[in-house]
């Protein structure tokens, strides 16, 4: 193995972890974008709902 297919698996592993974080990332703003919809289309009142 050479120096450079060293440099291109230190790569391709930087690159395999950054798209990891920003579908990370996009799944955690879906989840909460469609949490405040719900939130939204159920109105304001639903928390004083008695238990």
Same mark, same amino acid.
């Given at each position: 193995?050479? &120096?450079?297919? &060293?440099?291109?698996?230190?790569?391709?592993?930087?690159?395999?972890?950054?798209?990891?974080?920003? $579908?990370?990332?996009? =799944? +955690? =703003? =879906?989840?909460?974008?469609?949490?405040?919809?719900? $939130?939204?289309? =159920? +109105? +304001?009142?639903?928390?004083?709902?008695?238990?």
């Amino acid at each position: 193995m050479s &120096d450079n297919d &060293d440099h291109n698996d230190k790569d391709y592993k930087k690159r395999q972890r950054m798209r990891s974080i920003a $579908i990370a990332l996009a =799944l +955690g =703003l =879906l989840i909460v974008l469609f949490y405040a919809a719900t $939130i939204v289309r =159920l +109105g +304001g009142n639903v928390f004083n709902r008695p238990m």
